[in-house]
């Protein structure tokens, strides 16, 4: 998988995007970095990473992906604050998946927080299709 294309549509191979976030060697600079690769972790499987990456105040205790989703696009449609020199961002976004059912999509603006431990995850209002 590291030298395909990455999952969150950098256009980068997965070991010079995600990857390293993944692994715990990199930390992501900004929330939009956060969430692309949050949803590069939906794409591979990757369900330690999302928990690691959920702030502790809204984490749930385990997470179970679904093996019959396979996401395949994510579209950014809007970023607010989130850069390397804020303490809150919000990201808007579109993800594409396929499974048993057909396609659908999931549309989110989600929030995010950086702290001592990063950028994190809080949550984020959610419309799905399909």
Known sequence: ??????????????????????????RAGTAEQLM????????VGDADYLLRTWHPRTRPADLELDDDLRWYRLDVLATSAGGVFDTDGTVEFEAFHRGPGGRGSLHEVSRFVRGSDG???VDGDVTTSG
């Open 119 to 121: 950028w994190q995850y």
């Open 1 to 26: 998988m590291d030298v395909a294309r990455c999952p969150c549509s950098s256009g980068l191979t997965y070991a010079d995007c995600c990857a390293p976030l993944h692994r715990g060697t990199a």
């Open 36 to 43: 692309r690769s949050r949803f590069s972790a939906f794409a």
